[in-house]
């Protein structure tokens, strides 16, 4: 068994996938029903626009894929866009309907004196310390890159949070479903561990 990376078109894959293998898991990039259903865990990647990657699911059909996926009790992970499409609506260049697995809105940031898009390091503040996902681990920097930003509608989806002006949303759950809106792969020793806390629920076996 390994951990599907949803292939539809728009995703940072191949740096997801790579950082899989590192931490000992089977990497499986894949556009394939089947594939993504029968996987240990689901990682959905995303970089771009909300609506451009909505039509990209849609038109494969993984819409439907991925909302099987989260109705099971495989766990899924969303990453950065990838998290957002988890959501209910965004308003990215105009409305469009998301996944609508985790209710809430992705926003854009309102003006103000901090630049958008959120770049860099910020630090994580863990809401639920108790959640699997942050077995092991203090709260520390891990690297944005977003203009826009999810709000939930159930405080309880809400884990984690970073400081721009306001708390923004950085990682959501419900259920074995999570999201992070930073990328993992891409942030350090804490966001690898955060990757490998989720890769570790999935079940799937270390090839180490």
Not at 53 to 64: F, K
Not at 125 to 134: D, K, M, Q, T, V
């Amino acid at each position: 068994m390994a951990i599907a990376i949803v292939d539809y078109g728009m995703g940072n894959l191949h740096s997801v996938g790579k950082a899989v293998e590192r931490l000992g898991y089977e990497a499986l990039v894949t556009g394939d029903r089947e594939k993504i259903l029968g996987a240990d865990g689901v990682i959905l990647p995303g970089v771009g626009a909300f609506g451009d990657a909505m039509v990209h699911l849609r038109e494969s059909g993984l819409d439907t894929v991925v909302k099987e996926a989260a109705a099971g009790s495989k766990p899924l992970l969303g990453i950065c866009l990838g998290m957002q499409l988890l959501f209910s609506s965004s308003e990215e260049h105009g409305e469009h309907e998301g996944l609508d697995i985790l209710p809430g809105k992705v926003v854009r940031f309102a003006p103000g004196k901090l630049k958008v898009p959120h770049m860099g390091w910020n630090r994580l503040e863990f809401l639920h310390a108790e959640n699997p996902l942050f077995t092991g681990l203090e709260a520390g920097h891990v690297y944005f890159v977003h203009s826009y930003h999810a709000l939930t509608e159930n405080r309880d989806d809400l884990l984690a949070v970073t400081d721009y002006g306001h708390p923004v949303t950085a990682i959501v759950g419900r259920g074995s479903n999570f999201g992070m809106q930073f990328h993992p792969e891409k942030s350090g020793e804490l966001g690898m561990k955060l990757l490998g806390n989720f890769l570790a629920l999935t079940g799937a076996p270390v090839q180490r």
